[in-house]
């Protein structure tokens, strides 16, 4: 079982390293979270066979700008352990201070690497195999550890993590340390979840769009009747003022360009309003928040607004009088940091000027 553990620990070491070249700025603030793993240990010299590696972990972290994260970490391992003719339980407790780097993705998931150092404290019990207690010592020694894996974001608040990682100790790899020798070595998989408390834009409420009221009819004024012998000349008629409806705004969930109800309710309020005003040309401006890449929040706002018209063109809206136009992350409705998510500047922008 070993060989597997070791080796998967290596490869998402080497997939995590070559995975991207930006750094992510997405969530900061601080945080905390929790895992589940299973370990392979290792320690030859002393002949001893770890079985039913189970570790549980609890952190409390800060993620910095610029995609670093650090954070406290506990871990418990415990394990059954068999030297041949002796039988027992080995259980430790780690404290270790890491390090972590998140590298930028356009999607929803996110590699990252991360080392830490720290401290062991560790038992061990044997027994002969007649249930005599042959060893029963407790020691403690410095430790690193190398993590590598990636993270799905659940929501803005939430991740959930897959992460391999290599733990060995400091010291003389020969010397016997109080039962243990020193070259015990670990390997695990590790599945956790890191909830974000701070630096969170928090979800504006849901507007209410109310559409605009009918414009006043122009005032029809009677002419009085004029006598005289000769005909007066024909009044000039006023001109007639065209009102068209206001700006509209339809907003999109987090790397989506997918109609909810409410953006569905705004869509049939467009359609009323160029029904009422068949000469009116409709102009969507698609637009994005600063998460993701220059690049792919072009393509995703200009999907927004492409969606929208494809609403629009289906309810009866002739496709000649719409344009689609994608502005990215650029003219947002908020202003925020680069990398920063927000509601408000996830929108398409409906906008009436008169047919051409």
Known sequence: MHKYIYGISTAALLVAGMSGSTIADDKKGLYAGVAVGYTDA???PLGLGFQGNAAESLKLGYAWKK???????????DADVSTGVRMGNYDSQNVAINVFYDFQTDGKFQPFVGAGLGGRWQDLKLASSNGV??????SRRKIWQAIAGVSYHLSDNATL????????????????????QGDLQQAGMFLGLNFFFGDQDSKPKEDVYTPPARPEPAPVVEQEPVYAPAPAPEPTPEPVVVEL???????????????????????A?????YNEHGNAKITLGGHADRSGTVAYNAKLSQARADA??????????????????????????????????NDKNRRVEVTFSLGM
């Open 42 to 44: 290792r320690n030859k």
């Open 269 to 273: 309020d467009a359609v009323a309003a």
């Open 67 to 77: 995609g670093f994260r650090t954070e406290v970490e506990f871990t418990n391992f």
């Open 245 to 267: 409806p206001g700006d509209m705004i339809i907003y999109f969930g987090f790397d989506s360009a997918e109609l909810d109800w409410a953006a569905k309710q705004v869509v």
């Open 308 to 341: 929208v018209m494809a609403a629009l063109v289906e309810a009866g809206v002739d496709a000649s009088m719409v344009k689609a136009e994608a502005h990215g992350e650029h003219d947002t409705a908020v202003s925020t940091a680069d990398g920063v998510r």
């Open 133 to 138: 207690n042959v060893y029963d010592g407790k």
């Open 161 to 180: 993590g897959l992460d391999a990682r290599y733990i060995d100790g400091f010291g003389d790899k020969g010397g016997n340390y109080n039962g243990i």
